[in-house]
C-alpha cells in the first residue's frame, strides 16, 4: 500500500487555461475527497466520492471546477478558464466505509496561476 | 456549519519544552483527527482519536466529546515538531467529510 497518491505535484498555469488534477486513493478505499487550501489556512472541503457517485459538492466547488471518478478508483479535479485565485494547493483524502473512519491524504497538487 | 477553533494560532519553544494545543467544536462528531502539516504541504496523521486519550511517543491526545474538545500534547519538543498542527471533525449528521480548523503554527526553537 503506497497511501494516497497525486499527480502532479506542482502546476504552473497561465490564466484562462484548464488543468486537470489527478488521485489515485489507497486501493480499498470507497470513499473519496478533494480540499483546497490556500496560504495560512486550513484545508476548506471541496465534494467527495463514495465509489463512483459524487454525493456531495461544496458551494466553493464553482462551475469551472469537475470532478469524477469514473470506476470507483481513481478521480480527477479538473479547473476550466483557471483564475489567479484558484491558486492554492489541492489535497485529495480517502477513507474506508462510513461515517467513523480514519481519513489519510495525498501530497497534494499546488497550482500556482500567473 | 460546524465551528472548529484551534488555540494558539501561533506558539514558539524552546527545544525540550512542553505544549498544549488545544481544539473546540461547536457540535456533536463522531470523528476527530489531528494532522501535522509538514513544510511541503502534506498532512500526516497523528491521531484519530473521536473520543479518549491514546499516546504516541512524545505525543498525546485527549478528546472529551462530551464537553465538545480535543487537546494534543506534545511533550521533550524537537526542532522537527515544527510546522502547522490542525485539529478536524466529522459531523454525527450532514456533511459527511472532514471539517478543519484553522491550525496552529509551532515553531521550535534550537
Redesign the interface.
Given at each position: 500500500d503506497t497511501g494516497v497518491s497525486q499527480d502532479p505535484r506542482h502546476k504552473i498555469t497561465k490564466r484562462g487555461q484548464n488543468v486537470t488534477f489527478r488521485c489515485d486513493p489507497i486501493s480499498e478505499h470507497n470513499?473519496l475527497?478533494w480540499?483546497r487550501?490556500t496560504l495560512g489556512?486550513?484545508?476548506?472541503?471541496l465534494t467527495?466520492f463514495q465509489n463512483e457517485a459524487q454525493?456531495?459538492k461544496s458551494r466553493l466547488l464553482s462551475d469551472r471546477f469537475s470532478a469524477e471518478r469514473p470506476k470507483g478508483s481513481f478521480s480527477t479535479l479538473e479547473i476550466q478558464r483557471t483564475e489567479q485565485g484558484d491558486s492554492a494547493?489541492y489535497?485529495c483524502?480517502s477513507s474506508l466505509g462510513?461515517?467513523?473512519?480514519?481519513?489519510?491524504?495525498?501530497?497534494?497538487t499546488?497550482l500556482t496561476v500567473v | 456549519g460546524i465551528q472548529v477553533e484551534q488555540s494558539p494560532p501561533d506558539l514558539i519553544l524552546q527545544e525540550g519544552a512542553n505544549s498544549t494545543l488545544r481544539c473546540n467544536f461547536s457540535d456533536s462528531v463522531n470523528n476527530l483527527q489531528w494532522f501535522h502539516q509538514n513544510p511541503w504541504g502534506q498532512l500526516i496523521n497523528l491521531f484519530y482519536i473521536p473520543s479518549g486519550t491514546k499516546q504516541n511517543g512524545r505525543l498525546s491526545a485527549t478528546t472529551v466529546a462530551t464537553e465538545r474538545y480535543s487537546l494534543l500534547y506534545i511533550s521533550s519538543s524537537q526542532t522537527t515538531d515544527s510546522g502547522v498542527y490542525f485539529c478536524a471533525v466529522k459531523l454525527d449528521t450532514g456533511r459527511r467529510a472532514l471539517t478543519f480548523g484553522s491550525g496552529t503554527r509551532l515553531q521550535v526553537q534550537p
Open positions: 470513499r475527497y480540499y487550501q489556512q486550513g484545508p476548506e472541503f467527495y454525493l456531495e494547493m489535497l483524502a462510513e461515517m467513523n473512519t480514519e481519513a489519510f491524504f495525498g501530497q497534494g499546488r | -
